[in-house]
């Protein structure tokens, strides 16, 4: 098992940037990346930024190429993402997860483990 908590959630103007942080604990060693996803109302939820476990690759969606980044801690078993340029769309519950799988994915499927959730709202 492999627990999840996100943090850093909030509200912010357009244009701003906010960071969350995801810490990992539980059997954290099993993992072999962590993902970032979004879920909007009414919408489903939707890739964000993965990084496999020893940070040496990373996967952006189109949409935050550039403007997001999910650097890793590994003493602190945390995954970050900075969020740079908020859009109005970027307004979502944001989700970290763990995947076993030994390919970096864009997929929620192979994705084992879901943190809470963390709210981001952005104001325009």
């Known amino acids: 098992q492999v627990y999840l908590v996100e943090s850093g959630g909030g509200l912010v103007q357009a244009g701003g940037s906010l960071t969350l942080s995801c810490a990992a604990s539980g059997r954290s060693d099993s993992s072999r990346s962590i993902g970032w996803f979004r879920q909007a109302p009414g919408k489903e939820r939707e890739f964000v930024a993965s990084?496999?476990?020893?940070?040496?690759?990373?996967l952006y969606a189109d949409s935050v190429k550039g403007r997001f980044a999910i650097p890793k801690d590994n003493a602190k078993n945390t995954v970050y993402l900075h969020m740079n340029s908020l859009k109005p769309e970027g307004a979502a519950i944001y989700y970290c997860?763990?995947?076993?799988?030994?390919?970096?994915?864009?997929?929620?499927?192979?994705?084992?483990?879901w943190g809470q959730g963390a709210q981001v709202t952005v104001h325009s």
């Open positions: 997860a763990s995947s076993l799988s030994t390919l970096i994915s864009r997929a929620t499927r192979e994705y084992n483990f």
């Open positions: 990084i496999t476990w020893g940070a040496r690759t990373t």
